[in-house]
């Protein structure tokens, strides 16, 4: 079992204001800012508890900087056809910094979506196992993978997660 460590006082604030920003730029359809909290390369990955604990495949995996812009164009053109809301929360936060200053970061995750009638329900939840560096614009993915939970399934895979 890996045990996580906040080892730096101010570590988890700062990854809390950074998975903040990161799903307020999803909840807000703001695909070009998603990009941007990725270094370059990063890796965007999905796929679900069964696949990741049994097989190890992932749904899709996006690496550098290119593979991103593509995975944003196909979800602003969802965007543009599926006028629904998204709410993101993130909670649950573990993390240890390693010796070549990279964080190693685990999240829990919710993604609430309502529909023109605004009914509100779960579309999804899972985890985000991450790899985080700092830049000089702050934290940035290197890796981010999302696990999401066999059970919440999301009926469209065109939304960023």
């Not at 999905?46 to 995975?71: C, F, I, P, Q």
């Not at 809301?85 to 010796?99: P, Y």
């Not at 964080?103 to 939840?125: E, H, N, P």
Request: hydrophobic share 35%; aromatic share 12%.
């Amino acid at each position: 079992m890996t045990r996580f460590i906040t080892t730096s006082p101010g570590l988890r604030s700062e990854l809390e204001d950074f998975y903040a920003d990161y799903v307020h730029a999803i909840d807000e359809k703001r695909p070009n800012d998603w990009i941007e909290m990725f270094a370059d390369p990063g890796l965007y990955a999905v796929t679900t508890y069964n696949n990741h604990s049994t097989t190890g495949m992932w749904w899709h995996t996006d690496r550098g900087r290119n593979a991103l812009k593509e995975r944003a164009a196909f979800t602003n053109g969802y965007f543009w056809h599926n006028p629904t809301k998204t709410l993101h929360t993130v909670s649950n936060i573990r993390a240890i910094e390693q010796d070549d200053g990279r964080v190693k970061s685990t999240a829990y995750f919710v993604m609430y979506s309502s529909d023109r009638g605004d009914l509100s329900q779960l579309y999804v939840c899972g985890v985000f196992d991450d790899i985080v560096v700092r830049g000089e614009a702050g934290m940035l993915f290197e890796e981010h993978r999302v696990i999401i939970d066999s059970e919440t399934v999301p009926p469209n895979m065109g939304v960023l997660l």
